[in-house]
């Protein structure tokens, strides 16, 4: 499958519908979702957008951030 897919031309959907399996099932599982008028390309557009943001907050780790300790000061009160 690999090696097919290295061979469809990524830049061509039409192609890819037709030769990649996994990506005629997601078109055609997308397609249904209009024809049902469950919802709009706007509304299908959103919730691709709003997928992948999740995906990267549920799998990139946070990064650390690195503060120089010469460059902070921290100004105590006194209390007392």
Do not use: G
């Amino acid at each position: 499958m690999d090696n097919e897919r290295m061979a469809i031309r990524k830049d061509d959907p039409r192609e890819r519908y037709l030769y990649d399996a996994e990506f005629r099932t997601l078109v055609d599982a997308m397609l249904k979702l209009v024809e049902n008028c469950q919802f709009t390309l706007f509304e299908i557009r959103q919730a691709l957008v709003l997928a992948f943001i999740l995906y990267e907050e549920r799998h990139l780790a946070p990064r650390p951030i690195k503060v120089p300790v010469d460059k902070v000061s921290i100004k105590w009160a006194d209390k007392e």
